[in-house]
């Protein structure tokens, strides 16, 4: 192995048709090392296709390729390889590592950048739908007026999601000994959605099977003409106002 | 035939994000989402590393098409999302990369198949140093812990962090992943509590199979 005589700005090597390397320049043993053989340069994932692209056969080539780093890193390079016979080949290499390391660290920085705040806008997302929950489970109070009768005024649109939060509570409670009657008050309800009122219709059905009257209060004309063409059991009862209902049944 | 991963490669290649992104929607008409990680998105990567390995294309190119591909993925993502309804007992998962680890589209895709069975999923990154993700960790309490590792001399790195994690006190499972699992088997790090995914068919199959262990375990 010798030092080449015309020492060039950039890494050069002269290699054997088995990689040996028989000649270097100056730069080459600064930047990229020494060793007997090229390939223990390089990252071991380069090994196979160096060896595919470099060889005697091809007489110019040009190959992108890493070079080992210390530290389990490895450095991008440019290999220009241009063979003077079937035994030496020149090789020129151009590292390229700064520039493309560069723009590939900024990318990834951006890329958990956008990450981390699709993961908080998530935690917002999932704080809201929690939100949305207990504003749901709140949509449907059990009050107690008496010892038999109790009131659930409902709130907002009737939506399936709602209905779904506030079932089991009006069942669990309405199983509370001496409860046969509950009123339903729509006053406060804004629309009906399908879904939720066959959700609805489950809680009466139970209610019923548990030996309880229910009572449909506060309809507007506009959603009594929409209940019409709604799954509601036959035999449910209907009243005007909470105030008729209160002094029906809970005044003695 | 037309070779779909091949066709999707080259125009994740050229940097055609729109053309990519309606042909993997016509793909998904008729087939599900795992098809075309596992069948399509997977070997077009594989593919395009091939294409360096013969002096095709450059690594500034390599670097483009996983743009693109994690592009398609996080689109599919929030198709997703949208769709899924958030009843009281998801499982949870926090997938992450160790550290140095910067192979993220694998990942990526299992973060996606979680979602896709309905699981509350947060999905980290690659590349994390283990405090960073310990203090989510903690915060958020998975059921299940995914890493990906995928370069061999990680392998000490992987067994510090299974060992930190199997002794968090909810006792999460931990699943690794990457290409790490697919070549070197990992069988001795495989307990109870570990467990080693070789893909995404494989993932799908502890999805379908494993999770009610979480449920008997956590309820």
């Known amino acids: ?252 | 035939m037309i070779n779909h991963h091949e066709t999707l490669a080259h125009l994740f290649l050229d940097g055609e994000e729109e053309k990519a992104l309606e042909y993997v929607e016509t793909l998904l008409i008729d087939h599900p989402q795992l098809y075309l990680f596992e069948d399509i998105l997977t070997p077009a990567m594989y593919y395009i590393g091939e294409l360096w390995e013969k002096n095709k294309i450059t690594v500034a190119d390599e670097h483009l098409a996983t743009g693109i591909c994690d592009f398609i993925i996080s689109k599919l993502e929030t198709n997703l999302s949208e769709g899924v309804n958030s009843s009281n007992k998801q499982p949870k998962v926090m997938l992450f990369g160790v550290e140095e680890e910067q192979h993220y589209i694998g990942l990526k895709m299992a973060a996606n198949t979680f979602r896709a069975e309905g699981w509350k999923v947060r999905y980290l990154g690659p590349n994390l140093r283990l405090e960073h993700s310990l203090s989510q960790l903690h915060k958020f309490k998975p059921d299940v812990i995914g890493i990906s590792a995928a370069l061999s001399y990680r392998l000490s790195t992987l067994k510090n962090i299974i060992h930190e994690l199997a002794h968090l006190d909810w006792r999460p499972k931990l699943l690794i992943g990457g290409r790490m699992a697919k070549s070197y088997g990992l069988s001795d790090l495989e307990s109870n509590q570990v467990i080693v995914i070789r893909d995404l068919k494989h993932l799908e199959e502890w999805l379908q199979e494993g999770v009610e262990s979480i449920y008997n375990e956590t309820s």
């Open chain 1, 1 to 252: 192995m010798k030092r080449v005589e015309q020492s060039l700005p950039l890494p050069f090597y002269v290699i054997d048709k088995n990689y040996n390397i028989v000649g270097y320049s100056n730069e080459a043993e600064e930047e990229l090392g020494l060793a007997n053989n090229f390939l223990q340069l390089l990252d071991e994932e380069s090994h196979e296709k160096f060896q595919k692209m470099v060889r005697p056969e091809t007489i110019k080539v040009t190959v992108e390729i890493n070079f080992k780093k210390s530290g389990g890193e490895f450095q991008l390079a440019d290999l220009h390889v241009l063979w003077d016979s079937d035994l030496h080949a020149k090789v020129l290499v151009h590292l390229k590592g700064n520039q493309l390391q560069k723009v590939t660290e900024s990318l990834a920085k951006l890329r958990s950048r956008l990450n981390e705040s699709n993961l908080q806008l998530l935690e917002e997302k999932e704080k809201l739908e929690e939100a949305v929950k207990q504003n749901n489970l709140l949509s449907a109070p059990f009050i107690e007026l008496n010892e038999e009768t109790a009131l659930i005024p409902l709130f907002g649109n009737l939506t399936e999601e709602k209905l779904f939060a506030v079932e089991d509570h009006i069942v669990r409670s309405a199983q509370k000994e001496g409860i046969d009657r509950v009123f339903f008050d729509f006053t406060a309800v804004g629309e009906l959605k399908r879904e939720g009122i066959t959700v609805l219709n489950n809680v009466i059905s139970s209610l019923f099977l548990m030996g309880v009257k229910v009572k449909i209060i506060g309809v507007k004309p506009q959603q009594a003409r929409e209940l019409k063409e709604m799954p509601l059991p036959s035999e449910l009862n209907f009243m005007s106002t909470l105030q008729e209902a209160i002094q029906k049944y809970c005044t003695n």
